[in-house]
């Protein structure tokens, strides 16, 4: 059975730090792309960062460059999230997500998904 399952959220005050992990199964994790992408309540899916499988490549999107580091451990066939800095506008829930090619933050090229973690930041 593919899956992934994410974890590491909770509640932090703004200009806290937490690190998410992405554990995968089921497949084979070091020929997929990795990508974390979140949802706050009544806003739309967006991007975070993303990694290749190898771990050569990664992205991130311009609200969270020089604040969040994406990093794998293929041995484990988890992806992590380091997120330092945190703002309360980072609260959401956070995916992780695999596409079979390094398509870096396009939804639809995703084709597993986990069941996400809640992050919250208090101000």
């Known amino acids: 059975e593919v899956q992934l399952v994410e974890s590491g959220g909770g509640l932090v005050q703004a200009g806290g730090s937490l690190r998410l992990s992405c554990a995968a199964s089921g497949f084979a994790f070091d020929g997929y792309t990795i990508g974390w992408f979140r949802q706050a309540p009544g806003k739309e899916r967006e991007g975070v960062s993303s990694i290749s499988g190898s771990g050569r490549s990664t992205y991130y999107a311009d609200s969270v460059k020089g604040r969040f580091t994406i990093s794998r451990d293929n041995a484990k066939n988890t992806v992590y999230l380091q997120m330092n800095s945190l703002k309360p506008e980072d609260t959401a829930v956070y995916y992780c997500?695999?596409?079979?090619?390094?398509?870096?933050?396009?939804?639809?090229?995703?084709?597993?998904w986990g069941q996400g973690t809640q992050v919250t930041v208090s101000s």
């Open positions: 997500a695999a596409s079979s090619n390094y398509v870096p933050l396009s939804a639809p090229s995703y084709i597993c």
